[in-house]
């Protein structure tokens, strides 16, 4: 197995919701990563896993909460989302160590009304 | 933090030309330098990277070369093609941990 899944791909959610989003590799990968996009712009790191442990957050707000529950699975859990936080959502691993290739999941298409 | 800056924003080639993309980069500690091709809708794509060891590396139609003096990387393209239109992101990290990315170029080949 050679990808990143994410789910669900389209997400839709008001701002008093709670919902989450779930990737999950199976290449042995020991970093993980979620990212933000928004339309026609780069990718913007929110949170790195390595080795199971968070290893950065990039000041993102507390409404956005990760979790890596073993080295295949990262979830990012959602709580009073703003409307500005409707962008593409983005998991990708790399092998850690000494290997950097780091490789994307299709992405969670997140709409908050 | 590293700062990455990309040129051109947009760019149209006649298909079979060459398109060259350009990529500075801040920080002399970044070591690795992947480039992304990402189609609208879909994720982003790692076609070639190059590590800090290395001046240019080649796959194919595609080669990326890296000048550490002048922090500067870019990607070349030859004998273009319509699928080859896309949005390319390049990209700077120390040790594989933060990717920084640059703002991206839209590609277009014109058939």
């Known amino acids: 197995d050679t990808e990143v899944t994410q789910t669900p791909k389209h997400l839709v959610m008001g701002m008093t919701n709670k919902k989450s989003l779930k990737c999950e590799q199976h290449?042995?990968?020991?970093?993980m990563y979620w990212y933000k996009q928004k339309a026609k712009k780069p990718p913007e790191l929110m949170f790195v896993y390595s080795y199971e442990k968070l290893s950065i957050n990039e000041s993102v707000p507390s409404r956005f909460s990760p979790e890596c529950p073993n080295s295949s699975l990262l979830n990012l859990h959602l709580h009073a989302l703003q409307p500005e936080d409707s962008a593409l959502y983005l998991c990708?691993?790399?092998?850690?160590?000494?290997?950097?290739?780091?490789?994307f999941g299709p992405g969670t298409r997140l709409t908050v009304t | 933090g590293e700062n990455v800056e990309q040129h051109p924003s947009t760019l149209s080639v006649q298909e079979g030309d060459s398109a060259v993309i350009k990529c500075t980069y801040s920080?002399?500690?970044?070591?690795?330098f992947p480039w992304y091709k990402q189609e609208l809708g879909k994720r982003p794509q790692l076609i070639i990277d190059?590590?800090?060891?290395?001046g240019e590396k080649k796959d194919q139609r595609i080669a990326v070369t890296l000048n550490k003096t002048a922090k500067h990387f870019s990607l070349h393209i030859t004998e273009t093609q319509p699928e080859d239109s896309a949005v390319y992101f390049c990209?700077?990290?120390?040790?594989?941990?933060?990717?920084?990315f640059g703002t991206g170029t839209s590609l277009t080949v014109i058939p």
């Open positions: 920080d002399s500690a970044s070591n690795y």
């Open positions: 290449m042995g990968h020991r970093a």
């Open positions: 990708a691993s790399s092998q850690g160590s000494s290997i950097y290739e780091q490789y």
């Open positions: 190059i590590r800090s060891n290395v």
């Open positions: 990209a700077a990290s120390i040790s594989g941990n933060q990717f920084y």
